[in-house]
């Protein structure tokens, strides 16, 4: 099977970053989650999919002017994740509580990788159709935004 996506917004270097595996995918997506960037002590853990990974990076690149240390996770299948061991899953996530989801879309449902609905950025309803450069900031969906809100929940 073969598909093809169309998005109205920019991916920007967001698709090529990942590590690739010895099969040519990048590495982790067989497991739907990956660590992009961040490895070691983290204060802070950015979930993200999609083009929201490049919001994600530029909100660590945000933080690491400020000495704080992020990582951005990349979940593309909440599915195949949720199925993964849960040592992966608690390697990818970082510590509970300390984590923020960006996510275009919706933010419905990423409570249960965050902890807590005010960790998750995100369009709170459905219809809004415009470029990506006139809803995001509109919306809060901006890497300034992401870091802002990491602020509050990173390590200290």
Known sequence: PVGMLRRRQGLGHSLGIMPIDAAGCPAGSRKAAQLVVGCGKRQITIISTGS??????????????????????????WELFDRQPEAYRAEVLGVAGHRVAVEALSPFGWERYVGVSDAIIGMPGFGASAPADKLYPH???????????ARKFAVK
Do not use: H, N
């Open 52 to 77: 929201e990974v490049e919001i994600a990076l530029k909100a660590r690149d945000l933080l690491a002017a400020e000495g704080v240390r992020a990582a951005v996770v990349s979940m593309p299948s």
């Open 139 to 149: 919306f809060g969906i901006t890497a300034e935004a992401v870091a802002a809100k």
